[in-house]
């Protein structure tokens, strides 16, 4: 029996026993994306009536937790997010969460420099045999956690790929208090939306942008899984990734035979990621492929790192774009919807890239619960709007009514050209919102 399997058994206990030592007032890092913590969060769930002013550190949650369950009121847990699924803005709506402000590439530092963390719980790979956890499809921030914590509880996966990286993808038994053994949990599947007409029309315009040996980030939404589909189809070689998250888009791609790689000046011929969601098709594509290199959010979204790829090009959703440029990816209103994610990281990577080129992508208008047409390009911002992307670093804009180039124009400019953007029905309300700011002269029309 080797040291590390005599250390392992020495450190494996029942869930019960794992989540014994939190007590009230402790702050923990808790499940992330498609890392999650069902056995675990079962046995924390139990222990409700006991614990008050949990603090859980965590985001884009991929399935429900049961601590929520247990504690409909939110007078035990509290639920800290760093990214909004669908299921965070549920317990958004409940009252039960609340937002971390953030630039993602920044968070290891906030874990090591501004952030407590009493405990860390971790989900992980089946121990290899040099001792080591593999942390699958999730690195991001969770060696900082580890590092930052009193105390690391791993709970193993039999079913989580084993993921290549470059560093901050693995944890030792040695750095380990407490293991669990959650059997055969899965992975949580996140299916692609199918694209509409509009993601089509969108992604046709970034299409004829991209070029033979460009390096791809691609956000998460239909539109960036449009493009991806485009993309297969199309003649396009040596395409490189290294983006923020890795979706199922990027393994068509592979299957398509449009990347390679070869053209990257960092990580050549590797598809570089900090998290990955998607389908059972990701996973298996991620599973012990050394094409495949997963690293810390600070290294892969750090822009003098991802910049030194040339013709970096960075494709993001928004939500709400103003006049003057300002762009909205977080909140419609006050309401909290997704996240700045490492949306601003990407765009000025791009923009600091030889070559690099970057994209906001957005539909000129959404339809509310009442049925009513919104235009998505506004004056200014809607009352409670964050602001995601500061106006002079956006570059790209994309709607279905085409794309603009918003560097190095005057404010007059910005406004016609995102106006050209607009849906038509709300062009001329554009128009005369633009005059009454000063931004606009009908001499200068140019729609």
Known sequence: MSAAV?????????????????????????????????????????????????????????????????????????????????????????????????????????VLENVRMDIAMIQV???????????????????????????????VNEDMPI????????????????????????????????PG?????????????IRDGDCLQLGIGT???????LIAKSDLKDLGVHTEMLVDSFVDLVEAGRISG??????????????????????????????????PVDYVNE?????????????????????????CSETIGPRMISGAGGQLDFV??????????SFICMASTYTDAKGKMHSRINPLLTTGAVVTDTRPVVQYIVTEYGIVNLKGQTTWQRAERLISLAHPDFREDLIREAQALNIWRRSNKEI
């Open 6 to 110: 005599k250390e392992y058994q020495s450190k494996l206990v029942s869930p019960e026993k794992a989540v014994s030592g939190v007590k009230s007032g402790d702050w923990i890092g808790y499940s992330y994306a498609a890392n999650t913590l069902p056995v675990l969060d079962r046995a924390l769930a139990a222990r409700t009536p006991e614990l008050y002013d949990i603090q859980l550190l965590g985001g884009v949650t991929m399935r429900p937790h049961a601590f929520v369950k247990a504690d409909p009121k939110g007078e035990h847990f509290n639920w800290n997010c760093t990214h909004f699924s669908a299921i965070d803005r549920k317990y958004y709506d409940m009252g039960r969460a609340y937002y971390i402000p953030l630039k993602y590439s920044e968070v290891p530092r906030y």
């Open 125 to 155: 790979s089946p121990m290899d045999k040099h001792g080591f956890f593999n942390l699958g499809p999730t690195i991001s921030h969770y060696w900082a956690n580890a590092r930052k914590a009193k105390v690391i509880i791993v709970e």
């Open 163 to 194: 993921a290549h990286g470059g560093y901050g993808h693995y944890l030792h038994v040695s750095d380990v208090d407490y293991i669990v053994e959650g059997g055969h949990t899965g992975m949580p599947q996140v299916p692609s939306e199918d």
């Open 197 to 209: 007409e509009i993601d089509h029309q969108i992604a046709n315009y970034v299409l004829e942008n």
């Open 223 to 229: 539109m960036p899984n449009a493009l991806g589909q």
């Open 262 to 295: 070869r053209k990257k000046q960092v990580d050549p011929g590797r598809i570089v990621y900090t998290f990955a969601a998607g389908t059972q098709k990701l996973y298996d594509f991620i599973d012990d492929n050394p094409q495949v290199a997963g690293y």
């Open 303 to 327: 822009r003098d790192i991802a910049s030194r790829n040339d013709n970096l090009v960075s494709i993001n959703n928004a939500l709400e774009i103003d006049l003057s440029g300002q762009v």
């Open 348 to 357: 000025d990577a791009a923009y600091h890239s030889k070559g690099g080129r």
